[in-house]
C-alpha cells in the first residue's frame, strides 16, 4: 500500500513509521522538515504545514496514496481541510484521536454535570456534552508539550469530521495515555523522582488510587495503529487502543516501583489528611476504565512488549532525560513527611 503520515514525526509515528516499512509498505510522511527523529531510508518525505494542506495538493495528487494517517489532527477546521484536500485522491483517512472525548472524561474533570457513568467505556459511550475539555491554564501546558495543539482543540467534532463525510471513509482510533522512551509528558517522572530521591513512602489520596486511567505502551499502541490502516475491516469503525492490563493508580505506581528496584510502600490517605500539592481537582466518583475489546476481536490486536520490559525502557529513560523544567512545590517533601508523621500517630493512638 502506499500510505501518507502527516505529522508522525514525534512520539508515537516513528515506531508506526517502522511497523509499515517492515510490512513493505510505501511510506511518505508530510511534515514541517523539523524532525529529530531519524527516518527510515525508504521513506520518503514532503515539507510543509498541515495547516496549509491544499498548497500541496499537486504533490498528494502525484502520490496518490491509498490511505492517510493524521496524527496531528487537533480540531475541526484542520480535519474539515484534511477531508477536502483529499476527497477523491484517496480511498481512506486514518485520524488519531484521543479517549478524553468520553463524556466520563468530562465528568472526571469537573466540566459535564451528571452522574459518573457506566465504566469500561466502549466506543458506544457517550461522547462528552461539553466541547473544548481544557481550561486555558491546561491547555498552555499540553501545547507546551504538544506543539500541534491548537486553542480550539477538541477530537470530537475531528471524529465527527473524519466520520461524516460520504465521499471519503474514515477510521478514528482513540488512544491512551501512552508512555515509553521520549513521553513528553514524563508521565512516570513524579513517582520515580521520589523514588530515587529515597522517599520513606508515596502519598496519595484515597479515591485517586482507585482510578483506572487508560495506558499503553508507545511500541503498542503504534501496532494498533499501523494494523488498523492495513485493514479494510477498520473502514468507518472507531476503535479504542489500550492495554490489556488495567491498572488502578495505586497499583500502577507500586508496578514502577518494583520494576525501579524501590522497596518502600505506597501510603493512601483521606483526601483532608492528603497534602494539597498530591491532590489533583478531579471528581473521582467518576472512574476512566475503557474497554479495547473491539480491536482485539475485530482485528486481533494484542501487544508486543511485555509490560515490565515496557516499563523498564521508560524508567532508563526517563532517568536519563529528566524534565528540563521542574515544579519544585510538586515535591514539597516537608509537607509530605508531616502528612506521614500524622498518619503514624493516628495509627499508633
Known sequence: MKILIIGGTGFIGPFAIRDLVEQGHDVT???????????????RRIHGNRNDLAAHRSAFEQLA????????????????????????????????????????????LGREPGPPQETPLTEESEVRRQLHPYNQEHLRMVQAMFAWVTDDYDKIPVERAVLGDPALPGTVLRLPMI????????????????MDDHRPAILMEESYARL???????EDVAAGITLATVSERAVGKIYNIASDQQFTELEWTRKIGEVAGWK?????????????HVILPLNTEQDWLVSS????????????????????????????????????????YAAEDAALEHRGRATAS
Open 212 to 218: 483506572h486511567p487508560p495506558r499503553g505502551y508507545v
Open 65 to 108: 496514496p491509498d490511505v492517510v494517517i493524521d496524527f496531528v489532527l487537533s480540531d475541526e477546521r484542520q480535519a474539515k481541510a484534511l477531508m477536502e484536500t483529499f476527497r477523491g485522491l484517496t480511498a481512506r483517512i486514518v485520524a488519531i484521536s484521543s479517549q478524553d472525548v468520553y463524556r466520563a472524561y468530562g465528568v472526571l
Open 29 to 43: 510522511v508530510f511534515h514541517r522538515g523539523e524532525a529529530k527523529t531519524v527516518l527510515p531510508e525508504p521513506v
Open 179 to 194: 508512555y515509553g522512551p521520549g513521553d513528553p509528558v514524563h508521565r512516570f517522572f513524579p513517582a520515580l523522582k521520589r
Open 293 to 332: 475489546a473491539r480491536i482485539r476481536q475485530e482485528l486481533r490486536y494484542a501487544e508486543r512488549v511485555p509490560l515490565e520490559v515496557g516499563m523498564a525502557r521508560t524508567i532508563e529513560w526517563e532517568r536519563a532525560n529528566p524534565p528540563s523544567q521542574i515544579n519544585p512545590q510538586q515535591f514539597d
Open 264 to 276: 518502600g510502600p505506597v501510603v493512601t490517605l483521606p483526601k483532608e489528611q492528603t497534602p494539597p
